[in-house]
């Protein structure tokens, strides 16, 4: 599996807990996915290279329960945070793709297939932990820049990997390559693994 690159955007809320700590939660709109890629090299007259690839991206809206740790009454405030969230698919998306380059009688064939439909078996509901950390420097009395650095672990698979999985038949590469490689054409596994993501966070924090 490889990674992507997703977005989070949202809203946080704080709760006073203590003079050092709050309870945060609030309410995200997230990406999440990977990657998957394989070549077939076909050494044989026409000779050539396939390469397959397939693209998983889930959308959420997430839910987390955390507590941050910060040293009161600081103007420029570290803090961490830690806890649990909750995530709801709102949508799905799985983009096969084919690149070819075939070496022939009538010389270099190049080309490329894309095909893009819903994850099958793709689940409603995902949940996970979260850790972090990060800066707070509060400009004015009412007005605070954050940045932080964020890990996030899901604990549910986000694919029912019984469903259908992808079809690269789909894609229609070369004659050679489907005349040859029927066995490595074949629908792929339906794979997946629990969610595994690094996060970059800023935004500006309003003190009621």
Do not use: C
């Not at 990977?34 to 998983?56: A, F, M, Q, W």
């Not at 509060?138 to 605070?144: E, G, I, Q, V």
């Not at 996030?152 to 070369?174: H, S, W």
Request: charged share 20%.
């Amino acid at each position: 599996f490889g990674s992507n690159v997703g977005f989070n955007v949202g809203l946080k809320v704080l709760r006073y807990l203590a003079p050092f700590a709050d309870l945060e939660t609030g309410l995200y709109f997230t990406t999440k996915g990977d990657t998957r890629e394989k070549s077939i090299v076909r050494s044989e007259p026409p000779t050539g290279t396939l390469t397959l690839g397939v693209t998983d991206t889930f959308k959420y809206v997430q839910v987390p329960a955390l507590i941050r740790l910060a040293i009161p009454k600081a103007k420029i405030k570290p803090y961490i945070n830690g806890g649990f969230y909750i995530a709801f698919l709102t949508g799905s998306e799985r983009e096969e793709s084919a690149e070819w380059m075939v070496e022939g009688p009538m010389g270099e064939e190049a080309g490329s297939s894309t095909v893009a439909y819903d994850v099958p078996g793709a689940q409603s509901f995902d949940a996970g932990m979260h850790v972090g950390g990060g800066v707070e420097w509060r400009f004015t009395d009412t007005a605070s820049f954050i940045a932080e650095v964020a890990y996030e672990r899901g604990f549910v698979d986000p694919i029912d990997e019984t469903k259908a999985g992808t079809t690269n038949q789909k894609l229609q590469p070369p004659d050679s390559f489907n005349a040859s490689n029927k066995d490595l054409l074949v629908s792929e596994p339906n794979k997946a693994q629990a969610h595994s993501v690094f996060q970059v966070n800023v935004g500006i924090a309003m003190h009621f």
